[in-house]
C-alpha cells in the first residue's frame, strides 16, 4: 500500500512563503505523475501543481510564476515551494500520485 505524507503547511501572511512536502513510500519515479491538488472551503478540488517521471512540469495558472514544483530522488519526496501567497491560496493541500493515491491534506492558511 502507498502511502503519501504531507508536511509543512501553516499560517502565514499574505507575501510570505511556505514549503509543502509530499514523503512517499516507495520510488517516487514509479509514478508517472505526482502532484499537488488544493481544495478551499466550497470549492472543488483543483490541480495546482503536478512533475511527470521525465521530469515535465505544469501549474494552475492562478500560481505560475509564484509556486514551484520540485522533487527529490534520494528522499522519496516532492516539494511545493510556494512565494507571494495570497488569501485566495487559502486551502487544503493534498499530495497526489498516479494512479489515485492521496495523502491526508495539510492546511495552508495565509492571512491578508
Known amino acids: 500500500q502507498v502511502q503519501l505524507v504531507e508536511s509543512g503547511g501553516g499560517l502565514v501572511q499574505a507575501g510570505g512563503s511556505l514549503r509543502l512536502s509530499c514523503a512517499a513510500s516507495r520510488n517516487i519515479f514509479s509514478f508517472n505523475r505526482m502532484g499537488w491538488y488544493r481544495q478551499a472551503p466550497g470549492k472543488q478540488r483543483e490541480l495546482v501543481a503536478q512533475i511527470t517521471s521525465d521530469g515535465a512540469t505544469n501549474y494552475a495558472d492562478s500560481v505560475k510564476g509564484r509556486f514551484t514544483i520540485s522533487r527529490d530522488a534520494a528522499k522519496n519526496t516532492v516539494y511545493l515551494q510556494m512565494n507571494s501567497l495570497k488569501p485566495e491560496d487559502t486551502a487544503v493541500y493534498y499530495c497526489?500520485?498516479?494512479?489515485?493515491?492521496w495523502g491526508q491534506g495539510t492546511q495552508v492558511t495565509v492571512s491578508s
Open positions: 497526489y500520485a498516479t494512479r489515485g493515491y
